[in-house]
């Protein structure tokens, strides 16, 4: 069984950054593209950017260069580096394969307030 999980998540200001951590049990990064999605709440879980197992990425246009996902396989590790947020990017920040069919982790809270 898939675990995963995510971490990193904190409170920061307006044009601040957070890094976040996602740690997975089991060889499933070599195979597999995976994503970092978000849930704000009263909002349904949405795709923010992904990443194949050949490194290339894609992100929701609310991110595009301002978010950066990455990976490394040796470590078994997802990461997104994510700079100059808004107030718009508060929620829990959850990663999964990019067809979001592992069991979903405990997410991590990030929320950008001044």
């Known amino acids: 069984q898939v675990q995963l999980v995510e971490s990193g998540g904190g409170l920061v200001q307006p044009g601040g950054s957070l890094r976040l951590s996602c740690a997975a049990s089991?060889?499933?990064?070599?195979?597999?593209?995976m994503a970092w999605y978000r849930q704000a709440p009263g909002n349904q879980r949405e795709l923010v950017a992904s990443?194949?197992?050949?490194?290339?990425?894609n992100y929701v246009d609310s991110v595009k260069g301002r978010f950066t996902i990455s990976r490394d396989s040796a470590k078994n590790t997802v990461y997104l580096q994510m700079n100059s947020l808004q107030p718009e990017d508060t929620a829990v920040y959850y990663c999964?394969?990019?067809?979001?069919?592992?069991?979903w982790g405990r997410g991590t809270q990030v929320t950008v307030s001044s």
């Open positions: 089991g060889s499933i990064f070599s195979f597999k593209a």
């Open positions: 990443i194949t197992p050949g490194h290339s990425a």
């Open positions: 999964n394969s990019l067809r979001g069919n592992y069991p």
